[in-house]
T-cell receptor
Framework: GENVEQHPSTLSVQEGDSAVIKCTYS??????FPWYKQELGKGPQLIID?????GEKKDQRIAVTLNKTAKHFSLHITETQPEDSAVYFC???????????FGTGTRLQVFP | DTEVTQTPKHLVMGMTNKKSLKCEQH?????MYWYKQKAKKPPELMFV???????INESVPSRFSPECPNSSLLNLHLHALQPEDSALYLC?????????????FGDGTRLSIL
């Protein structure tokens, strides 16, 4: 079955710097890759997603890139702000299933 | 604010109690999900409902019993839980079934089993 690895497990950056979180997946048939942000005491919030027919997607300060050949995808946050501090989860959805397979999470801390 | 509403936010129960968790969405979504999340771990899928019918049960113990009374509501009935069942229980919904559909989560019910 699908397996998703996520790195790093923790990431500390200075406000204004960029942050990059990387995930790799094992099932080449996976075709949907969302990213979630989870703040303390809250549920996961979908922040951006990408499908397998697209290589890159941007939404303001957030971007996701997908390399299908290498089976990895990355989240890029530019001009980080303290409110970006949270746990970020990547996920992959194997083809023809209802499931999301989550990565292990990255705790991002943005220091003022 | 999340468009998936879960109640209660917190629940403490004994191992012999019976309680229910509730989830509601008014986005017209036809697929709804229950997840369990332990501290510092990702969510783990428990159940999937599609068009009010159970489509996936991830080998969840029978002390957890899901119910979908209508397309907007999802319940999780709890009975004879164990201390290891203490966790955050998350509900999610998507437009339709299919893992490529964006799933939107509620803020969860934090459950503690005494």
């Amino acid at each position: 079955g699908e397996n998703v690895e996520q790195h790093p497990s923790t990431l500390s950056v200075q406000e204004g710097d960029s942050a990059v979180i990387k995930c790799t997946y094992s099932d080449s048939a996976s075709n949907y890759f969302p990213w979630y942000k989870q703040e303390l005491g809250k549920g996961p919030q979908l922040i951006i997603d990408i499908r397998s027919n697209v290589g890159e997607k941007k939404d303001q300060r957030i971007a996701v890139t997908l390399n299908k050949t290498a089976k990895h995808f990355s989240l890029h946050i530019t001009e980080t702000q303290p409110e970006d501090s949270a746990v970020y989860f990547c996920a992959a959805s194997p083809y023809n299933t209802d499931k999301l397979i989550f990565g292990t999470g990255t705790r991002l801390q943005v220091f003022p | 604010d999340t468009e998936v509403t879960q109640t209660p936010k917190h629940l403490v129960m004994g191992m012999t109690n019976k309680k229910s968790l509730k989830c509601e969405q008014h986005m017209g979504h036809r697929a709804m999900y229950w997840y369990k999340q332990k501290a510092k771990k990702p969510p783990e899928l428990m159940f999937v409902y599609s068009y009010e019918k159970l489509s996936i049960n991830e080998s969840v113990p029978s002390r957890f019993s899901p119910e979908c009374p209508n397309s907007s509501l999802l319940n999780l009935h709890l009975h004879a839980l164990q201390p290891e069942d203490s966790a955050l229980y998350l509900c999610a919904s998507s437009q339709d079934r299919g893992g490529y559909q964006p799933q939107h989560f509620g803020d969860g019910t934090r459950l503690s089993i005494l």
